[in-house]
């Protein structure tokens, strides 16, 4: 329906459609972009990636799961795109536990830094 799933109240999740002041803010991706390239691209950053599956893909929405080397833990990554204001809205969650040492964090910056926009 266009919105991403809230963190937790842990601190071992990001999402840009927090509030700014919230510790689990995080900037969303800007693209200038058709829609259509901007999301393959992305779609091939994620994909290039150690450990990941990608769940589900529509032509606005993508759903991954990474996994961790060492103990195989498995954190939620979803990407919504809106278009009318070219945003991808980001979220990172662990799905166990209570603190992630900043992987989110670091995963959805690192993506960023991956794409050509």
Not at 62 to 70: C, I, P, Q, V
């Amino acid at each position: 329906d266009g919105k991403l799933l809230a963190c937790p109240i842990t601190p071992n999740c990001v999402s840009s459609p927090a509030e700014s002041s919230d510790l689990h803010y995080i900037a969303p991706y800007k693209y200038t972009k058709d829609l259509v390239l901007a999301f393959s691209e992305l779609k091939s950053v994620i994909e290039k990636q150690e450990r990941v599956k990608i769940i589900s893909s529509t032509d606005t929405y993508l759903n991954a799961e990474f996994t961790s080397k060492l103990m195989g833990y498995v954190d939620d990554v979803e990407f919504y795109f809106e278009d009318s204001t070219k945003t991808v809205h980001v979220r990172s969650a662990s799905r166990l536990g209570k603190s992630d040492m900043n992987v989110n964090r670091k995963r959805i910056e690192m993506i960023r830094e991956q794409l050509n926009w």
